[in-house]
């Protein structure tokens, strides 16, 4: 039988929301139609929060990251690695992980960003669990997931600008010896023939920012197609099936789901085919708007504080982004 088996557990979570708040009117004015019946009646979307000016994805980071420092009842010295999962950089080089770590004053820190849009934070819950099943030199890991879309939204375009909002989640990842509760499973998926139907197309090599391509808008997130409805319901569906067969347990096990909050329809359809009753996914689209890798954080984080989790459930994470990439976990409480 083996002994002092490492595992990775979660020992508390943050998050931070600017204090802009932009309510569906402002794009009623904004657009000159009416759009916020189809977003609170279609995506149960009131409102969102947006950066203030000069606000940006690592002062983000830095708030969500002390609120679980401090839960936690340690500092940042302590961390042995950062992973910043996000889609929107301080920079697109350096790495925002490594602001985050000279800001926090966490010494020497290794940091690296991870990068898989929307399902980043899961993503590098993934990478950072593994770190600490995997290397003794890796006991206390710091994920975050941060997302300033509003930089990149196109005011004219209501596709986009009514969706997306700002915010981060951070969930501080410790090591205990042959315990019985942290990671229990992950999966990644990639649909590789989507990568074309929505990201921000320029900045890159492909497409430097010129004044030819700034003309175009390629400096802002574009949604070049509508992806089948049915995409996410049914992948998300398929990753909670396996997840909890792997580990000879069933749908109905599941305690908690955290979805990535594009579409509340997608959620409870998702729940429908697994059996489960809709209060089993917790939302917070309703007043946060799409915050993309972060969501799923923020949401879990929400949970937390109001004592809904406790000690033995198991939690199941699935998000989803552009790519399109999806990412799985669970995780015993």
């Known amino acids: 039988m083996q002994t002092n088996q490492r595992n990775a557990v979660i020992l508390s979570t943050g998050a931070y929301v600017p204090k802009r708040v932009l309510p569906n009117s402002y794009f009623d004015e904004l657009l000159g139609e009416n ?3 189809w977003l609170e009646s279609n995506l149960e979307i009131y409102e969102r929060r947006w950066c203030e000016e000069g606000e940006s994805t690592a002062d983000m980071c830095v708030q969500a990251a002390e609120q679980a420092l401090e839960r936690a009842g340690l500092e940042a010295q302590d961390l042995d690695l950062i992973i910043v999962a996000t889609d929107t950089p301080e920079y697109l080089t350096p790495s925002t ?3 985050v770590q000279y800001r926090l004053r966490a010494g020497h820190t290794g940091t690296f960003d991870l990068n898989a849009a929307c399902a980043g934070f899961v993503t590098g819950l993934d990478v950072g669990a593994k770190y600490i ?9 710091l994920v975050i997931g941060a997302y300033a ?3 990149y939204l196109n005011p004219k375009d ?4 009514t969706l997306f909002a700002d915010g981060a989640g951070a969930i501080l990842l410790g090591v205990e010896l042959n315990s019985q509760r942290g990671y229990l499973d992950s999966e990644l998926i990639t649909l590789g023939q989507y990568y074309d139907g929505m990201g921000i197309y320029g900045g890159g090599t492909k497409s ?3 004044h030819e391509t700034l003309d175009k808008g390629e400096q802002y997130i574009k949604l070049n197609y509508r992806f089948p409805p049915e995409l996410n319901p049914q992948v998300w569906t398929h990753m909670a099936r396996n997840i909890v067969q ?3 347990l069933k749908p109905e096990d599941i305690d908690h789901m955290f979805l990535t909050q594009i579409n509340i329809n997608s959620i409870r359809t998702t729940l429908d085919n697994l059996g489960l009753p809709h209060h089993k996914a917790h939302t917070s689209m309703q007043y946060f708007g799409y915050t993309g890798s972060a969501c799923i954080p923020i949401t879990m984080n929400q949970a937390v504080e109001a004592g809904k989790i406790k000690k033995g459930d198991l939690v199941v994470m699935i998000g989803s982004g552009s790519g399109l990439t999806f990412g799985s976990a669970a995780w015993r409480w």
């Open 208 to 210: 430097p920012l010129t």
């Open 35 to 37: 759009v916020s019946q």
């Open 158 to 161: 209501k596709k986009t600008v």
């Open 149 to 151: 879309m509003s930089k």
């Open 133 to 141: 099943r995997t290397d003794e030199r890796y006991d206390r890991v």
């Open 97 to 99: 992980a490594a602001v």
């Open 246 to 248: 792997r580990q000879k």
